[in-house]
């Protein structure tokens, strides 16, 4: 599945229909599923266009959604698998020290002496903490996001620095 276009991200994907008219069972994959509300703003399609959200139910990690363009179990089925999305400016707030994916996906990566070792290219979701995979052209590095590891992170300057621990070293 190709990633939500520049400017978007995702918080949900639509997994099904629900009923005949129009409700879709959707995955939630963002940490603030209170956005799905009533009269809320959500983006479908690429080009992404705007829809009105007239009702959500969330059970779990899902929410059964009604969105104010579908109305047929057929224009559910006709985005099954596709990403529901907001505009990267309307993204939630985060705490200190904690950013999105988005964010973090291309930052260089160097050990605090200074080597380099790559770009982070993707995070791995593990349960207890993510795993950034940052790749150079001879070497692919697995990188816990945890605080003894993670230094600095650096936006403006697009760096992250970490302290490989014993066993991290790439090979």
């Known amino acids: 599945m190709r990633e939500p276009p520049d ?3 995702a918080v949900a994907r639509a997994l099904r229909p629900v009923g005949l008219r129009g409700e879709m069972a959707c995955q939630i994959i963002t940490d603030f599923p209170e956005r ?5 703003e959500l983006f479908i399609g690429d080009p992404p ?5 007239e009702s959500a139910r969330i059970l779990g990690q899902t929410v059964t959604l009604r969105l104010s363009t579908i109305s047929s ?3 559910v089925d006709a ?3 596709s990403w529901i999305m907001i ?4 993204a939630s707030p985060l705490p200190e020290g904690e950013y999105y994916w988005h964010q973090l996906i291309g930052l260089q990566v ?5 080597r380099p070792l790559g770009t982070i290219r993707e995070i791995l979701e593990t349960g207890s903490n993510d795993v950034y995979v940052v790749k150079s052209d001879d070497q692919e590095v697995l990188i816990p996001a945890l605080k003894e590891v993670i230094l600095s992170v650096s936006l403006e300057e697009r760096r992250v620095v970490v302290h490989l621990l ?5 090979g």
């Open 49 to 53: 266009h705007a829809v009105e959200i």
């Open 166 to 170: 014993p066993g991290l070293e790439p």
């Open 87 to 90: 505009r990267e400016s309307d």
């Open 36 to 40: 799905f509300v009533r009269g809320g």
């Open 110 to 114: 160097e050990t605090d002496d200074g």
């Open 7 to 9: 400017g978007f991200l």
């Open 79 to 81: 985005i099954r698998g």
């Open 73 to 75: 179990r057929e224009a």
